[in-house]
């Protein structure tokens, strides 16, 4: 009797398991009338997302400013304050609506930018090597905008 129990039990939490798998892979994505693959999300969802956005691309304008004036410290506070710290207020239910790849492409960004921050910091990254990190960077900015783009739902 027991044994069946614990069979059961085993059985609904191998299926939560593939169910959350799944959904954390393909996200909430459907195609969009633009060809880009629209992410459902609810407004505050999307708010934030958007806020992280701007946040980027001010710190990266920050960034390239700093590199005028020859100051490297702000580059490396800058770089670091677009790490993987700036991700931490995004919640498990928003980031299992997003698909793998979004989540993975953001990450990698978040990471890049600690990176630079540490190398300015260790002095293994000039003012021509930020530079043209920034400019890869953006090409993975450029790309996911070509991608995807942000639906609000009304629930
Ligand atoms: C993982 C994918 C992804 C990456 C990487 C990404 N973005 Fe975005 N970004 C989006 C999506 C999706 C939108 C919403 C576009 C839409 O709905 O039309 C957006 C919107 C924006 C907006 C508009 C914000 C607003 O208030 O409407 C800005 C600015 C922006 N991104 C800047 C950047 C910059 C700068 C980078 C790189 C440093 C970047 N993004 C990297 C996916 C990404």
Known sequence: MWKRVALVAIGFWILTLI??????????GKRGDDGRLA????RDERNL??????QLLAGVQTILQAITNDDLKIVE?????????AAVDVNPVLMAKLPLEFKSTGMGVHGRFDEMAL?????????DEVLKEVSDI????????QAYRLDEVID
């Open 39 to 42: 992410v459902a999300l609810k």
């Open 138 to 145: 953006m090409l993975t900015c450029v790309g996911c905008h």
């Open 49 to 54: 997302v958007l806020s992280e956005m701007r």
């Open 77 to 85: 506070y800058t770089a670091s304050s677009l790490g993987m710290k």
């Open 119 to 127: 190398k300015v910091h260790s002095g293994k990254m000039n003012k």
């Open 19 to 28: 169910v959350g798998g799944y959904f954390f892979v393909k996200g909430t």
